[in-house]
């Protein structure tokens, strides 16, 4: 495999990291991005109202300037299956085609992992929150999904996608590679990408804070997957919805 990048799973995102980023700049990164998905969760628990992706970004922009931002609602169709690794094609990471091309070979790569792999294990406690039903609401009723992808090209400089959707149906063990059709879906599929660089003035006086904050709960939320990537077998492409 292609060693342009490093891959992570950190709470409920996948992220790459070129291989030219090194030491403090994958350790800032990975408490940043963290620390907003672990904000986020919180401020859901305490008020099912609100906009996670809303909170998210409130944490990040602390020290991460957000540049380009896109949303886009896609609508899976009702008689063909998609897979969340065909949803991330509908806004390109990465402007370069040979650089977009190896990102979803590295996406290809993960949604083809075993589900039995730990580290997935991570991804699903983050990706899906059941609400508590109401009396009145079936079990089975849906619930919110987010799948990130995030990719630092250098040490101060990362793009994103973030996708949410509803849905009834019981999430597999390796989300990535699992199919829907429209029917699965309550409504359509937000994919909002952002584009966003770090100013170290801003980061300097919150980089130790914010690696307090974190530092306990790294190692059960932050998992390098590079080598499981490296050992597996792309499936062939229809056996994961591209």
């Given at each position: ?99 977009q091309q190896q990102i979803m070979a590295v996406l290809d790569r993960v949604a083809a992992l075993p589900g039995s792999l730990p580290a997935l ?52 063990a390796n989300p990535w590679g699992q199919c829907f059709d429209g029917k699965d879906i309550d409504g359509c599929v937000s994919a909002r990408y ?49």
């Amino acid at each position: 495999m292609d060693k342009a990048y490093s891959i992570f799973v950190n709470a409920a995102a996948i992220v790459l990291v070129s291989s030219t980023v090194r030491g403090t700049g994958v350790e800032d990164l990975m408490n940043s991005v963290l620390l907003a998905q672990l904000v986020a969760n919180k401020n859901l628990q305490r008020i099912p109202s609100a906009d996670w992706y809303a909170s998210y970004m409130d944490v990040l922009s602390v020290a991460w300037v957000a540049g380009a931002k896109r949303r886009k609602d896609l609508l899976p169709k009702q008689d063909a299956a998609s897979s969340p690794v065909e949803w991330v094609t509908a806004i390109p990471l990465d402007d370069r085609p040979d650089q977009q091309q190896q990102i979803m070979a590295v996406l290809d790569r993960v949604a083809a992992l075993p589900g039995s792999l730990p580290a997935l294990s991570i991804l699903r406690k983050h990706m899906q929150k059941p609400n508590e039903p109401e009396p009145t609401q079936s079990p089975s009723a849906s619930s919110p999904v987010r799948l990130l992808v995030i990719v630092a090209h250098s040490p101060v400089s990362m793009t994103g996608i973030c996708l949410q959707f509803n849905t009834g149906k019981a999430i597999n063990a390796n989300p990535w590679g699992q199919c829907f059709d429209g029917k699965d879906i309550d409504g359509c599929v937000s994919a909002r990408y952002l584009r966003m660089q770090l100013s170290e003035t801003l980061f300097a006086p919150a980089r130790e804070v914010i690696a307090r904050k974190v530092g306990t709960v790294v190692g059960d939320n932050v998992v390098d997957i590079t080598g499981a990537i490296e050992d597996s077998v792309v499936r062939p492409a229809e056996e994961v919805g591209r």
